[in-house]
């Protein structure tokens, strides 16, 4: 609708918009994605606050979050399945969802592939993958399909004659059988076992290449998105915090909450003394970056994200810590300690396990450099007086 107007109307202006290049256009464009369910939270709170997002066509991109932040919602807006209060959601250039048009799902060209795979258990691998196809006689496809997922040998058997991996594997075939542009990917390995789960997400990115297909996958596994996708957007309380690459993410992150989650980090508050940024740990050396001697100069408050393994503990029944908790992780100890009202995460070798309730002494690795941030807390630094 809107499209046909814009290339009915051709304009010397160049910022208008004329007819869509299909070769320019994005997977996927959310535009200012607001949504809100009546009754939650009485209705006051917003799930989605704003979401601005664009995968590129091929683009693999995770969405990544903690329980609750939106992702489900924000992939059931996509679908058609939920309709947003406010903003625009375009696939590859056409306007789906917004003020003047609603698609609905089935007319969005979006395939889904949910954590319970969803298949139809009347039919076989075959039928399964054949079933969004009929219109078109397109079987050759399918047979392409079950190949690709290494499932041609199991065409004739029905989902429960199947194991997780081999459903899932079918659940993606069947996905992508209608060439939608881009597919929808929720949890789709949670319900797998490691070995399973790491050789079918290790082989996503290859089948979605071969097939031309974007996806957008919903994790809230850090170790997951970085694997795998392109970018990742980091989803917190409806809000996008960061939409970058693995690496980006790791040495960029744009938020403590960013730190936090996708690093594991510590975010401890930090205040200045003079020139020195100290924290409950001692003094902390900064990593130089632009807010920095704003910061400095006007001793506004600050937190910093201390690595888990920037910390060094050790057993001392005067320390002002605490061990909460402890995980063996194969090589190392991630440990919880508490101090003060405090608790961190601290990763030390295998060869000093401390017991839970032992009191420990904390202190910063010498070399450690700690990325800085604003505290949520604190003025912005361009409303402080100087
Ligand atoms: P998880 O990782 O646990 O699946 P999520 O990030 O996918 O979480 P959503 O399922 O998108 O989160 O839910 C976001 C928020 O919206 C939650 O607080 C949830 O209770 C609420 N919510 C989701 N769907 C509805 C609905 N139909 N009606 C009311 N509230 C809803």
Known sequence: MLQSHQSERPSPDPTVLHAPNPASLHAIELQGLWQRFPGSSGG??????????????????????PSGCGKTTLLRLIAGFEWPQRGVIRLAGREVSGPNCCLAPERRGVGMVFQDYALFPHLTAWGNVCFGLRQRQNKGRAAWLLNLLGLSELAERYPHELSGGQRQRLALARALAPEPAVVLLDEPFSNLDVEVRLRLRSELPTVLAQCGTSGLIVTHDPEEALAICDRVAVLHDGRLHQCASPQQLVNQPATSFVGRFVLQGNVLPAWWQGSDLHTLLGPVQPLSGPSLPLLSVQEAAVEVLVSPDDIELEADDSGAGKVMGREFLGRSWLYQVEQGDVRLRVRRPMDMPLQIGQHCALRLRPAAVVKTFQATSSPQPSLVPS
């Open 44 to 65: 006051s709170e917003w799930t989605l606050q704003g979401i601005d997002l664009r995968l590129e066509r091929g683009e693999l991109v995770g969405l990544l979050g």
